[in-house]
């Protein structure tokens, strides 16, 4: 079983439309929670940040953390075309530098005008 | 803010050949990090410095990859010799103080394809 698991998708929604993105994972040490964005032949951009359990909004995004069930869920309220683009989970054990990150395959979404 | 810089942005090379890209993180940034993203898949760590020394490189198949921090500013990461599982986009990235409390900047990444 791999340590983070990310439905690729693709995910092709609506203009407006509530996104749900998910990733479930096995290692019951990682205790920080990231999601990021990807553009097409970009590197990846730090979108949220969560510690343990819990919720996070920062505009139309909510990142959520359920620890019990190793679950984390980001939710994109009002969804624009321009947040057409991959995003990836990723987590770590450690907030230090000596922690490293383990990424999600990603979600492909796609918002039509 | 400049942003990390990397180069070449797209590399086509044969299985066995050598390539080398370059990193220049954001000024400042004792911590650099070179990650392999294969197409369809999240970023794999590949190594970790933390100014001139290495935190991490446990996932660097060092039979044939090679990475180095000259002064603990710029970076440079060598395939020798090359395979085809290779292909794959090679990001490099940077921050201030490590993993949390600082944001991870990525660079736009250096494409391999091997032939």
């Known amino acids: 079983q791999k340590e983070v698991e990310q439905d690729p998708g693709p995910l092709s929604v609506p203009e407006g439309a509530i996104v749900s993105l998910n990733c479930t994972y096995s290692?019951?040490?990682?205790?920080?929670f990231m999601w990021y964005r990807q553009y097409s032949r970009k590197g990846p951009e730090l979108l949220m940040y969560?510690?343990?359990?819990g919720n996070k909004e920062d505009g139309r995004f909510t990142a959520q953390v359920d620890k019990s069930s190793k679950y984390i869920s980001l939710f994109i309220r009002d969804s624009q075309p321009s947040d057409s683009a991959t995003y990836l989970c990723?987590?770590?054990?450690?907030?230090?530098?000596?922690?490293?990150?383990?990424f999600g395959k990603g979600t492909l979404l796609t918002v039509n005008p | 803010e400049a942003g990390v810089a990397q180069s070449p942005r797209y590399k086509i090379i044969e299985k066995r050949q050598s390539v080398a890209f370059w990193c220049n993180p954001i000024?400042?940034?004792?911590?650099l990090y070179w990650y392999q993203q294969i197409l369809g898949q999240g970023p794999k760590l590949l190594i970790q410095?933390?100014?001139?020394?290495?935190?991490?490189d446990s996932q660097l198949p060092k039979d044939r990859f090679s990475a180095e921090r000259l002064k603990g500013v710029d970076s440079t990461l060598k395939i020798q010799p090359a395979k085809l599982e290779d292909s794959a986009v090679y990001l490099c990235?940077?921050?201030?103080?490590?993993?949390?409390?600082?944001?991870?900047?990525f660079g736009e990444g250096s494409w391999l394809t091997v032939v």
């Open positions: 990235a940077s921050s201030s103080r490590g993993l949390i409390g600082n944001t991870i900047y």
């Open positions: 290692n019951s040490a990682f205790q920080y």
């Open positions: 969560t510690y343990s359990s």
């Open positions: 990723a987590m770590s054990a450690g907030g230090g530098s000596n922690y490293k990150l383990t």
């Open positions: 000024s400042g940034h004792a911590t």
């Open positions: 410095f933390q100014n001139n020394g290495v935190v991490d």
